[in-house]
T-cell receptor, first 115, second 111 residues
Framework: NAGVTQTPKFQVLKTGQSMTLQCAQDMNHNSMYWYRQDPGMGLRLIYY???????DKGEVPNGYNVSRLNKREFSLRLESAAPSQTSVYFCASRKDSTLANEKLFFGSGTQLSVL | TQLLEQSPQFLSIQEGENLTVYCNSS?????LQWYRQEPGEGPVLLVTVVTGGEVKKLKRLTFQFGDARKDSSLHITAAQTGDTGLYLCAVPSSNTGKLIFGQGTTLQVKP
């Protein structure tokens, strides 16, 4: 009963390094999301994928790219990490983004520090 | 500007006290969700409200959606230490499929 799995759980990068955060869900959900969480800011949407083959920008997309590899997997890439990207990153999924009442299922997060 | 404003930002109370937290906006929403997040974990859905004036109860938690569907409140009766966490409200953004969150209320319940 894995749900949404994120890797890694912790990561430290130097400014300018690149990395990819991985996310996979085993609930056959169509929609997947990447959020970042900073103190006092709640959760801010970076990118989302309403269905396999589509991706769209959220509130704070600058400095990030995403890939919806298949229905299960949605990765987030930082091409050139900056200290402002230090944050906790959450991947989430839900069955259908067109139904506003659909529940979001979250992974347990990736704590990223950029020095 | 924040689409959703949550208040208070931080609340520290003793076990057994009652409390209310708020989620406000100037926009009208088709629905609103409340999530709770514990340290080191992702948020978990508590409830979805969809009708103006709707009241839903989850044990000691009472959720209300404003009549005009612009705001919501969460009332906890006789708080317990297990209620400690970050409470987040969230709304759909038009028909885009996005779900937008407020900045959250951090609740600390002391024994």
């Amino acid at each position: 009963n894995a749900g949404v799995t994120q890797t890694p759980k912790f990561q430290v990068l130097k400014t300018g390094q690149s990395m990819t955060l991985q996310c996979a869900q085993d609930m056959n959900h169509n929609s997947m999301y990447w959020y970042r969480q900073d103190p006092g800011m709640g959760l801010r949407l970076i990118y989302y994928s309403a269905s396999e083959g589509t991706t769209d920008k959220g509130e704070v997309p600058n400095g990030y790219n995403v890939s919806r590899l298949n229905k299960r997997e949605f990765s987030l890439r930082l091409e050139s990490a900056a200290p402002s990207q230090t944050s906790v990153y959450f991947c989430a999924s839900r069955k259908d983004s067109t139904l506003a009442n659909e529940k979001l299922f979250f992974g347990s997060g990736t704590q990223l520090s950029v020095l | 500007t924040q689409l959703l404003e949550q208040s208070p930002q931080f609340l520290s109370i003793q076990e057994g006290e009652n409390l209310t937290v708020y989620c406000n906006s100037s926009s009208v929403f088709s629905s609103l969700q409340w999530y709770r997040q514990e340290p080191g974990e992702g948020p978990v859905l508590l409830v979805t409200v969809v009708t103006g004036g709707e009241v839903k109860k989850l044990k000691r938690l009472t959720f209300q959606f404003g009549d005009a569907r612009k705001d919501s409140s969460l009332h906890i009766t006789a708080a317990q230490t297990g209620d400690t966490g970050l409470y987040l409200c969230a709304v759909p953004s038009s028909n885009t499929g996005k779900l937008i969150f407020g900045q959250g209320t951090t609740l600390q319940v002391k024994p």
